[in-house]
């Protein structure tokens, strides 16, 4: 039970780590939040910082909720528990304790955790979502359809009893945790009016910071 509480809580921490605010900060002296689409995530370090400082911050996200389910493994914790800390990163990473729980909207860091449990339908998941942004330039459309083909192939394979359901309970939930941060994306999808790769990147007319990252 103690391990299970520590590798949550560690989970949660490293998922509150705002890489995209550091990266904002240390590489440009600015807070990335009062520019282009207000979110810390890669997308928005992209606009406003630059292409190699989002590679880092990307990286370094998915790194977040992957370390936290290698944690859970390392100390022999059961596959739901494995669960609970990429979903705990995923947390952390869009409510952080670190900007008051406000956050992210959690894509990178679910990769991350699912790359963690299932790597190769992972990567596949990831090749689909990275086809759609370079055929639409719309990130959050490549985002949304990435975690639905991943929670998809999850379930598919957990009925034929070849990946565990718990797997498939860390794909749904943060999948629906995604779906319900990217709502205002999905309406402007709707719309048509969409920002789109290499928009977006100028300062941001109001000083509200809305919580969240891509």
């Given at each position: 039970?103690?391990?299970?509480?520590?590798?949550?809580?560690?989970?949660?921490?490293?998922?509150?780590?705002?890489?995209?605010?550091?990266?904002?900060?240390?590489?440009?002296?600015?807070?990335?939040?009062?520019?282009?689409?207000?979110?810390?995530?890669?997308?928005?370090?992209?606009?406003?910082?630059?292409?190699?400082?989002?590679?880092?911050?990307?990286?370094?996200?998915?790194?977040?909720?992957?370390?936290?389910?290698?944690?859970?493994?390392?100390?022999?914790?059961?596959?739901?528990?494995?669960?609970?800390?990429?979903?705990?990163?995923?947390?952390?990473?869009?409510?952080?304790?670190?900007?008051?729980?406000?956050?992210?909207?959690?894509?990178?860091?679910?990769?991350?955790?699912?790359?963690?449990m299932v790597p190769v339908w992972t990567a596949i998941a990831l090749g689909v979502g990275?086809?759609?942004?370079?055929?639409?330039?719309?990130?959050?459309?490549?985002?949304?359809?990435?975690?639905t083909v991943a929670a998809v192939a999850l379930l598919a394979l957990a009925?034929?009893?070849?990946?565990?359901?718990?797997?498939?309970?860390?794909?749904?939930?943060?999948?629906?945790?995604?779906?319900?941060?990217?709502?205002?994306?999905?309406?402007?999808?709707?719309?048509?009016?969409?920002?789109?790769?290499?928009?977006?990147?100028?300062?941001?007319?109001?000083?509200?910071?809305?919580?969240?990252?891509?």
């Amino acid at each position: 039970m103690l391990g299970n509480v520590i590798a949550i809580v560690l989970s949660y921490l490293l998922g509150a780590v705002p890489t995209g605010i550091v990266a904002g900060r240390l590489l440009k002296g600015i807070d990335i939040r009062e520019y282009g689409s207000g979110k810390i995530g890669a997308t928005n370090v992209l606009r406003t910082v630059g292409v190699k400082p989002a590679a880092v911050v990307f990286v370094f996200d998915i790194g977040k909720a992957a370390a936290a389910v290698f944690i859970a493994k390392a100390l022999g914790e059961a596959l739901y528990v494995e669960a609970l800390a990429g979903g705990a990163a995923v947390a952390g990473h869009n409510w952080s304790i670190f900007l008051g729980f406000t956050g992210g909207r959690g894509v990178t860091p679910s990769i991350g955790g699912l790359f963690a449990m299932v790597p190769v339908w992972t990567a596949i998941a990831l090749g689909v979502g990275v086809l759609v942004i370079a055929v639409t330039r719309l990130v959050s459309l490549g985002s949304l359809t990435g975690v639905t083909v991943a929670a998809v192939a999850l379930l598919a394979l957990a009925c034929a009893g070849n990946e565990p359901w718990e797997y498939v309970g860390y794909a749904g939930a943060v999948g629906a945790i995604i779906y319900l941060q990217h709502w205002d994306n999905i309406q402007r999808l709707l719309q048509g009016r969409e920002r789109k790769l290499g928009e977006g990147g100028e300062r941001r007319a109001s000083p509200e910071r809305p919580g969240g990252v891509e």
